[in-house]
T-cell receptor, first 115, second 113 residues
Framework: DTAVSQTPKYLVTQMGNDKSIKCEQN?????MYWYKQDSKKFLKIMFS???????INETVPNRFSPKSPDKAHLNLHINSLELGDSAVYFC??????????????FGEGSRLTVL | DQQVKQNSPSLSVQEGRISILNCDYT??????FLWYKKYPAEGPTFLIS?????DKNEDGRFTVFLNKSAKHLSLHIVPSQPGDSAVYFC????????????FGTGTKLQVIP
């Protein structure tokens, strides 16, 4: 029973298209994230939601819009895709209790290729 | 501005020997330091962590050492096993930082049988 699941796992699309990646967690966690791993393998935070409220937005282009319909789901919609958007996108979750100990639970990743 | 740095992109070690992975950080506000392990086509998984008030934390074959004055931490794996072959990410967080976690670029460890 997967704790953090993302769909689709692979996505190949043309420049200019709009696409979405979905994420769901069944851990009962309050906080969810989107991380991007680019070609240099750097894992960089994009967004974080706590109980459906946006709490971290790391200077990501407006073409990226996260949406959290409830605390178990965090989706990522990308408009007007560019070549530089090609990356692996990881969803993660963590319990929002106590100090920020940094322990995250990641999904398997969604590899986006923009042609 | 890369606040967490792993300067060795790869490391090869013989099975049974010690693997030492290194990490440097620049932000003095970090309170927790973590290591994550990642296999191909999977997400990173938490391995071990250490609070900034400690200098060592051990969990089985894995030990993390923290040198705050040098802003340096290391992960020791003893003895190394072929199943340890993976990418290891160093990460750090600040206690009041809304669960934001900053990652390094990873070190690919290969344990040779």
């Amino acid at each position: 029973d997967t704790a953090v699941s993302q769909t689709p796992k692979y996505l190949v699309t043309q420049m200019g298209n709009d696409k979405s990646i979905k994420c769901e967690q069944n851990l009962g966690h309050d906080t969810m994230y989107w991380y991007k791993q680019d070609s240099k393998k750097f894992l960089k935070i994009m967004f974080s939601y706590n109980n459906k409220e946006l709490i971290i937005n790391e200077t990501v282009p407006n073409r990226f819009s996260p949406k959290s319909p409830d605390k178990a789901h965090l989706n990522l919609h990308i408009n007007s895709l560019e070549l530089g958007d090609s990356a692996v996108y990881f969803c993660a979750s963590s319990p929002q209790t106590g100090p920020n100990t940094g322990e995250l639970f990641f999904g398997e990743g969604s590899r986006l290729t923009v042609l | 501005d890369q606040q967490v740095k792993q300067n060795s992109p790869s490391l090869s070690v013989q099975e049974g020997r010690i693997s030492i992975l290194n990490c440097d950080y620049t932000n003095s506000m970090f309170d927790y330091f973590l290591w994550y392990k990642k296999y191909p086509a999977e997400g990173p998984t938490f391995l071990i962590s250490i609070s900034s008030i400690k200098d060592k934390n051990e969990d089985g074959r894995f030990t993390v050492f923290l040198n705050k004055s040098a802003k340096h931490l290391s992960l020791h794996i003893v003895p190394s096993q072929p199943g340890d072959s993976a990418v290891y990410f160093c990460a750090a967080s600040a206690a009041g930082g809304y669960q934001k976690v900053t990652f390094g670029t990873g070190t690919k460890l290969q344990v040779i049988p």
